[in-house]
């Protein structure tokens, strides 16, 4: 109700300047809000990784020492128990480097191999081995050696050498902070002392026959754990400058390395345990390990448990360990649970002591020497707790079961104490370390590998030291800044369709906020449009105008200006361009937004080439001058080149902000952000792409989720199938291999990967033959990826990256795109494959093994036909109850008699008869849905292949849709999809291939053909002639018909228009030239339009600007053009060249659209809110709403006389603007606060500009003519070209059509005569069984042709493999939502403390050009 009259008051303030106060006011343009239930689960999540690392550190832990515990020689286990516990402890220890081997093996085998230094790798090998003798030394000999409470303390000391190389190194970015490292080694150094001082206590008190040899256990115990120490020698030398080398070197064959270094590992660790326990303790007994009794199967079992739950809970910790730190929750998820660990235990053995002692039923003794002498009794009987009988035996070795002194136990604790605050101080830095949004794990630790053994402590002193460095020093583990080029290709959009990407941008650009000011996200942006075929020739005037979609754009923007700020676009400039013109704007917070507007008669028109024209402005004319910037030369004129805003005003400077920052910027950090007219989408969803192309060098391109929006049972399909398609389809692709396609509408792509050999200068070839028009031009974003994976790059899914585009919502529509898209994904697919070799050897994210698995994709889609065939055959089976072979060949007649259908008939007919089967076959595939549940019910059964198969696909879908809560509604669409079925994969691919020879765009045909309806609305005749074998071709209009009447009523031709007098003139001079090769020409513009010989004319773009010779336009004549697109097979009437008349023209009109800004109900809106803007402080709210309130009253009282729709002219605005700044100079010198005037003073200024029309310069002038006549010179093919493509389309759609027939025709032949043959001959049999999972005895079994089920469970198989890759990025990609919350910008009002002015004015500028640089002669 708030909001209600929140609006309600701005409308009535507007109604008193106007009598239009109403305005539009789009969804999403309101400031996005941090949700509430995103910060609980943000929160819940923090706590729920903290736990899990807690819980598994503490059950790691707590197993190892249990295991050594049982192992100790002192234990009251057997022998041959002890053995057996021993070789879990030594399994404990292999473990880990186990799954290093693997994963190793595996990036080695199918990711990447780089050629190893031998030199660095034997370094590497040396220190592996010693690190590999301590841990074996400690963990197999020594800890065995000691009690439970001894081991875990003694293992704190293995961060000495840390310690050590972080004094050296002076690592600290404080001076003060290097009494951490010292007190950490001080600390570990007296916990070692202690410890010699208790156990020399113990031997001197005969605690437990102690012996002496304990003080040599604990001198090796010293030294295995300074060994085990070198482990994070890597971690101090990377924060420093030493050995930067050597490391940047391993990083590039680590993986290969850790294969080696893995094995070496598991060999010394098994030297160890051989070593020790067969030459020196001699404690192995062969015959031991077999398995004989009942007692054996129980030690089994307890070991296994204890090895089970220690190395799985050690994987786990250091797993959550990561996701602790990528979700910035260090502090309370990371290193407060580790650090806790230690302690944990020790509270939790306590804890378990005294709730489970009294299990200990020994003999009551009211001393503790005595209690232990007690548990001697205990050690043979079954009833006792073995684990808590060995803790409880091994804590009773320590001084606690002294006769004699028990005081030296606190020796014991001091001990536990200092060596546990040691490696605390010694990992300080990790408290306070700095994690970006998303890291890699190789960003956050510096080894893959974890030591099970010591879990808690290898997850701190593994955690990689970020120490700050200089800055001409490259760190690659702080956020580089980018630069984003949002780019969105327009064609026939609707006003709806250009709201919502205009209010995506203007949110985007509050997002980002002043360009001057840092973001937290380091990053910077423009906007581009670029709207193909925005020009037209008005047939009344033959002016060169801009069309109603371009007039449309302009609205759109104007609106959403205003709902953003409440005021009409400040800096406006309007610019003509040898492919067109260009609209430049500055957006509320200054960011740019640049509308190019393409001429086809110009420029190549289509999507594709606008792609291209982009890139090659962007990423090649943008990147050279931002490089070179003293080879461009300046006009002398000081014309306004760039625009940027401070304090809410627009200054000239000689280049544009982002340009200058562009210098700094990397090829590598520059990302285009492709868009379509109509998508829709938040600042979040572009954030989280870059943080993809951030976090993985390799990544070219990055894509989101696409939701289709719209109305009808075609969008319900639409949204069913993208949803499927995101959820497994997509994450399958992202996490066994690459995405192949990410899509035009929104996808995220690196500059440095467009501009890679053999993707960028590939991209512009001209399709010339049939397959080039397929692959090329009808699926030009897949291409693009083909592209860019066959050179090595990565593509990636960001399941969190939402954006939303407008779908085809007539099934003519949808059937033409799908035309479009199916042809292309398969030529593009297949070129993938049929490089496959190549790719492989390029790419590390291709192995051959997903190679193999796009070749059972491309297999099952191209028995898709097949497949849905035999599935109706099941359906008539199942509705009519007759035989299988019948119902195959009832079910192969619809495809057939289409297929046959879609030859002879047009496109309309056949898109018109698809609708009708579908209808017929949605009727029968619901029939066919319910037989098969009451089948199920007859049969008191679901444990069949069909019932499985139906019953696990549900489940299946249910439980990815509950994994993806905010799109679960779409869930409700499975249904309408499932009895789509044959409509989208049979009869949809029957029509993609037969009319595959068609390579017409086919979506948003209705609004060029309303276009052409209004162009004709005015003729009056429209006659063919045939006059002494010339053809003539006459229109009359309305306009020729009042020409004809001046002249039947005696008036003189000399007296019409100019223009309709220059036209006929032109039309004598064309009748005295014409010929009998005359084609069907039209002059457009002209009132009398005669037919004349056909001329291509090449237009010269260096002529396109030039306003002082006029042009003629030429074109084909679109009347004649059928409805039907088959009629012109692969070539549209688009790509005719036009001369245009000079563009002022459309310069004139469009700067018209804007000067209502000069209007009085206009102006009086801007001043108010420019004074807003500048004086935004929160000290000055006062004197700005005084200061509104007089600056009102004095434009008011200047324009009492203007009505509120007049433009004013410029003899008012100037002496407005006198009135203005006085008021405004008297007011601030009467408050004092003459420090504003040059704010106020450039307020008042920029509410009084008008849109400024600009030129290019001459060096980016000359870029665009050369683009032009090099890659984007209109096409005009001869029609002997088109008649030989056109030819070679049909062929390659015949041969298409074979190949594809051929193969599903065999899969249903073969499945035909397995049905004739029958199912007693040749089936599987399987038993029916009872839902209990009882055997139906009494029934005769299923029977099971063995095709149809190898193919039911090889799809089946498929389907399982993709849900584990969705399981797999669900949870990646909550960890980056995570992430991203914890960082979402919080939108405050800015609170700026500028006191001092700012300014920059007309003379700064002239001295700035005249300023020498370094490169200047």
Not at 609 to 629: C, D, E, H
Not at 1004 to 1020: D, F, H, P, T, W
Not at 1232 to 1258: D, F, H
Not at 1370 to 1386: M, Q
Request: proline share 3%.
């Amino acid at each position: 109700m708030e909001e209600l009259k929140n609006r309600g008051k701005k409308r009535e303030g507007r109604h008193k300047d106007t009598w239009d106060p109403f305005q539009l006011n789009p969804i999403g343009a309101e400031k996005e809000q941090k949700r509430t239930c995103f910060r609980v689960a943000q929160y819940l999540v923090a706590v729920f990784v903290g736990l899990a690392v807690l819980t598994s550190a503490v059950v790691a832990k707590g197993s190892l020492l249990v295991l050594s515990t049982l192992s100790s020689p002192y234990s009251l286990r057997s022998p041959k128990e002890k053995q057996f516990y021993m070789l879990m402890l030594v399994f404990c220890l292999v473990c880990p480097n186990f799954l290093v081997f693997l994963k190793s093996l595996w990036k080695c085998a199918f990711k990447s191999f780089v050629q190893p230094n031998m030199r660095t790798m034997s370094f590497i090998f040396v220190i592996e081995c010693l690190v590999s003798l301590g841990t074996s030394i400690l963990v197999l000999v020594v800890m065995p050696q000691f009690d439970v409470l001894t081991n875990l303390f003694i293992s704190g000391g293995v961060c000495i050498i840390s310690a050590i190389l972080q004094i050296v190194y002076r690592l600290q970015s404080e001076n003060w902070k290097i009494i951490f490292p010292l007190c950490s080694l001080i600390l570990t150094i007296a916990g070692y002392c202690l410890l010699g001082i208790d156990y020399y206590a113990r031997v001197d008190s005969y605690v437990d026959r102690q012996s002496s040899d304990c003080f040599s256990y604990i001198g090796l115990g010293i030294f295995s754990s300074i060994l085990v120490s070198l482990c994070w020698w890597e971690n101090p030398l990377q924060a420093t400058n030493r050995m930067q080398s050597t490391l940047s070197e391993l990083d590039g064959f680590r993986d290969f390395v850790f294969v080696i270094s893995s094995v070496l590992r598991i060999v010394v660790i098994g030297a160890v345990y051989l070593f020790y326990h067969v030459l020196i303790a001699d404690t192995i007994e062969w015959n031991n390990f077999k398995l004989q009794d009942e007692g054996d199967w129980q030690i089994l079992q307890i070991g296994l448990v204890l090895l089970f739950l220690q190395a799985f809970c050690s994987a786990a910790c250091h797993w959550f360990g990561v996701v602790a730190c990528k979700i910035h929750a260090v502090r309370m998820s990371f290193a407060l649970p580790v650090c806790s660990t230690g302690p944990a235990v020790l509270l939790l053995g306590i804890v378990l002591f005294l709730t489970l002692g009294q299990e200990l039923d020994g003999e009551k003794t009211e001393s503790i020497p005595a209690f232990c002498e007690s548990l001697q009794f205990l050690s043979h009987k079954n009833t006792t707790p073995v684990v808590l009988l060995e803790v409880t035996r091994s804590i009773c070795r320590t001084s606690l079961n002294s006769y004699y002194l028990q005081w030296p136990f606190s020796m014991l604790l001091l001990e536990g104490v200092c060596i546990w605050a040691g490696f605390v101080t010694c990992t300080y830095y990790v408290w306070k370390i700095k994690v970006q949004r998303i890291e890699r794990t190789s960003q956050l630790f510096v080894r893959r590998l974890y030591e099970s053994a010591f879990i808690d402590l290898s997850l701190l002193l593994n955690t990689k030291m970020k120490v700050a460095r200089a800055a001409t020093q490259e760190n690659q583990d702080e956020m580089q800044r980018c630069v984003i080029y949002l780019c969105a290709t327009m064609w026939h959009e609707t006003y709806d369709e250009m709201l919502k990407i205009l209010t995506s941008m203007f949110r985007f650009d509050r997002y980002r906020g002043d360009p001057k000011e840092e973001h937290r996200d380091l990053f910077d942006f423009e906007n581009h449009i670029f709207v193909d075929d925005a020009f037209m020739t008005e047939k009344e005037t033959g002016k060169r105008l801009v069309n109603s979609y371009v007039e449309d754009l302009v609205q759109v923007v104007i609106e959403v200006y205003r709902v953003f700020t409440n005021k009409e676009p400040d800096d406006v400039s309007i610019i003509e361009a040898p492919y067109g013109g260009r609209l430049m704007f500055v957006l509320p917070e200054g960011n740019m937004l640049y509308i190019h507007l393409k001429d086809k008669s110009l420029i190549r028109n289509k999507k594709r080439w606008s792609q291209i024209m982009y890139m090659y402005y962007l990423l090649g004319w943008k990147g050279y001058v931002t490089r070179n910037p003293q080879k461009i030369i300046r006009q002398n004129n000081i014309c306004r080149d760039s625009i940027i805003s401070i304090d809410g005003e627009s200054f000239l400077l000689p280049q544009h902000a982002s340009d200058d920052k562009r210098l700094y910027v990397s090829d590598d950090n520059t990302y285009i952000l492709a868009l379509d007219g109509d998508t829709d989408f938040q600042p979040k969803a572009v954030v989280l792409l870059v943080d993809r192309l951030r976090m993985y060098d390799n990544v070219g391109a990055a894509c989101g989720r696409i939701h289709p929006t719209g109305m009808g049972p075609m969008v319900w399909y639409q949204k069913f199938e993208y949803a499927v398609g995101h959820w497994l389809q997509k994450t399958a692709e992202h996490v066994f291999g690459s995405v192949l396609c990410s899509p035009g509408c929104f996808s995220l792509f690196r500059g440095s990967a467009l501009m890679d050999d053999n993707v960028l200068k590939r991209y512009t070839t001209t399709s010339t033959r049939a397959s080039e028009y397929v692959q090329y031009d009808q699926g030009e974003d897949r291409w693009l990826c083909t592209l860019l994976l066959q050179q090595g790059w990565r593509v990636e899914y960001n399941a969190a990256s939402d954006a939303y585009t407008n779908s085809p919502q007539e099934f003519k529509e949808f059937y033409n795109q799908r035309r479009r898209w199916g042809p292309s994904t398969l030529a593009n697919t297949l070129d993938l494959l049929n490089s496959g070799s190549d790719t492989v050897k390029r790419n590390t994210s291709i192995s051959r093994l997903y190679i193999f698995y796009q070749m059972f994709t491309v297999g099952a889609s191209i028995l898709g036909p097949a497949s849905v065939t035999l599935m109706v055959a099941g359906a008539f089976q199942f509705v009519f109850n007759i035989a299988g072979y019948i119902a195959i060949i009832i079910a192969s007649v619809p495809p057939v008699f289409y297929i046959i259908l879609c030859f002879l008939t047009k496109a309309n007919t056949q898109i018109t008869i698809a609708g009708i089967m579908s209808v017929l076959y949605a009727f029968l595939m619901t029939a066919s849905f319910f037989s098969i549940i009451g089948d199920m019910v007859v049969q008191e059964t679901f444990v069949t292949p069909t019932g499985l198969f139906l019953i696990s696909m549900a489940i299946m879908y249910l439980v990815t849709a509950l994994l993806h809560p905010e799109e679960f509604g779409n869930i409700v669409y499975g249904l309408m999809y499932f009895i789509c079925i044959p409509s989208g994969y049979l009869l949809l691919a029957i029509y993609s291939l037969v009319n595959m020879n068609n390579v017409s765009w086919g979506t948003r045909e209705s609004n060029k053909a309303g276009e052409e309806v209004k162009k004709n609305q005015n003729i009056m005749c429209d006659k063919n002639c045939r006059i002494c074998c010339w053809d003539m071709k006459i229109q009359v209009t309305q306009e020729t018909e009042h020409l004809l009447i001046q002249q039947i009523t005696g008036q003189s031709l000399q007296q019409a228009p100019p223009l309709l007098m220059a036209n006929y003139e032109e039309t004598q001079k064309t009748e005295a030239k014409m010929d009998t090769a005359t084609k069907e020409d039209t002059t457009k513009g002209a009132a009398l339009v005669v037919e004349k010989p056909s001329t291509h004319y090449e237009s010269s773009s260096s002529s396109s600007s030039d306003g002082s010779v006029g042009k003629q336009s030429i074109s084909r004549s679109s009347s004649d053009e059928d409805e039907d697109e088959e009629d012109h097979d692969f070539y549209t009437d688009e790509n005719e060249v036009t001369e245009e008349l000079p563009a002022s023209e459309w310069v004139s009109r469009v700067k018209e659209v804007f000067l209502k800004k000069l209007t009085y109900a206009n102006m009086k809106r801007n001043l108010q809110e420019q004074i807003r803007y500048a004086l935004r402080n929160k000290d000055q709210e006062d004197i700005c709403e005084d200061l509104v309130l007089i600056l009102t009253d004095a434009l008011n009282l200047a324009l009492m006389g203007v009505g509120p729709e007049d433009v004013l002219t410029d003899i008012q605005l100037d002496e407005l603007r006198f009135a203005l700044n006085k008021q405004a100079r008297q007011f601030l010198k009467s408050s004092q606060m003459k420090t504003l005037e040059k704010r106020v003073g450039r307020a008042i200024e920029k509410t009084l500009t008008a849109p400024q029309v600009q030129k290019l310069e001459e060096a980016e002038h000359d870029f665009w003519e050369k683009l032009i006549e090099r890659y984007l010179m209109p096409i005009v093919d001869t029609k002997e070209h088109k008649d030989m493509v056109t030819k070679e389309l049909k062929s390659l759609r015949n041969k298409a059509v074979f190949l594809y027939f051929i193969i599903n025709v065999l899969w249903v032949v073969a499945t035909f005569f397995l049905q004739l043959i029958g199912n007693d001959v040749l089936s599987i049999k399987i038993p029916k069984q009872y839902p209990d999972g009882s055997l139906k005895n009494d029934t005769e079994p299923l029977k099971v042709e063995p095709l149809s089920l190898m193919f039911l469970l090889s799809f089946a198989v498929l389907l399982l493999i993709q849900f584990l890759a969705m399981l797999y990025h669900r949870v990646y990609t909550l960890i980056h939502v995570v992430s991203y919350r914890s960082t979402e910008k919080d939108y405050r009002p800015r609170d700026d403390d500028d006191e001092e002015e700012v300014g920059i004015n007309l003379s700064t500028i002239i001295s700035n050009e005249l300023v020498a640089t370094g490169d200047d002669p």
